[in-house]
């Protein structure tokens, strides 16, 4: 069985909606976190995004 599994998923700024990264996700560890809130595990993360020139709340989106 293959278990390197992983999801691909844009950081997408709150702000201006750009995708300025892209990071992956473990499906096994997400899923293991997600026994204690499954359905609102969303990421969020802040990050520096160049368009907007500051630090903003990025999400994650899947690709
Ligand atoms: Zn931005």
Do not use: Q
Request: charged share 35%.
């Amino acid at each position: 069985m293959a278990k390197t599994k992983r999801i691909l998923l844009h950081l997408v700024c709150s702000v201006c909606k750009s995708r300025n990264y892209t990071t992956e996700k473990n499906p096994d560890s997400a899923a293991a976190k997600g026994k204690v809130g499954e359905g609102k595990d969303k990421l969020l993360l802040k990050k520096f995004c160049k368009w907007c020139r500051k630090v903003t709340e990025h999400k994650e989106l899947k690709i």
